[in-house]
Each structure stands twice: as C-alpha cells, then as structure tokens.
Nanobody
C-alpha cells in the first residue's frame, strides 16, 4: 500500500539543473522524515539531503549550496532541486521516508540522473 514514486531524472550537461520529485501514498506524510539518497555503480548508497517532519534540513557536504530539499505536505511530495550539477552527481537517486518506528522505513524505485561533461 505504501508507495514512493520518484520522477524528474534525466541527462543534463554539467552546470545544468534538475528537479526531482517523490510522490508518496499510504503514509501519514507530514509525520515522516524524508530523504534523498544516491548510488553510483559500484559505490555505496549515500545520503544526499534530509528534511525532518519539522522541516529542518541537512545535506551532504558535496552538495551543500547546490541542492535544496523541500516538502509539500498537502501534495504528499518531497523535492530535490539540483543546481550546478557536476559529473560526480551521476547516480540513481532514491527517495526515502522514515516514520517514528523502525518498521516505518520506505524507499522508492529510484530515478537515474546523468551529468555529462
């Protein structure tokens, strides 16, 4: 019943921008912390950005100042605005929702972001 569906990925030139969206259903969205993670081939999945239910945020150092995470609770959607993209940002980006208990942890299917030089 719980679904997280990412969209907005694609191929962009270095220096360009993309806006990722993640639409959630089946959860009490406003009570969940939300995050964007990414995984490049052969590498470990890493946290890119996180936003709490109280809308405080934190970012990986590598994206700080370039990426912005935001949430729209009435639309059950979390966004990742990515500016000044670099080739090293190339990865599959995953949406994550974490509730107040250990079993309340959900992931989307991922969306590919490719940044060419």
């Amino acid at each position: 019943q719980v679904q997280l569906v990412e969209s907005g990925g694609g191929l962009v030139q270095a220096g360009g921008s993309l806006r990722l969206s993640c639409a959630a259903s089946g959860i009490t969205f406003s009570t969940y912390a939300l995050g964007w993670h990414r995984q490049a081939p052969g590498k470990q999945r890493e946290l890119v950005a996180r936003i709490t239910s109280g809308s405080s945020t934190n970012y990986a150092d590598s994206v700080k100042g370039r990426f912005t995470i935001s949430r729209d609770n009435p639309k059950n959607t979390v966004y990742l605005q990515m500016n000044s993209l670099k080739p090293e940002d190339t990865a599959v980006y995953y949406c994550n929702a974490m509730g107040s208990a250990w079993w309340m942890d959900y992931w989307g299917q991922g969306t590919q972001v490719t940044v060419s030089s």
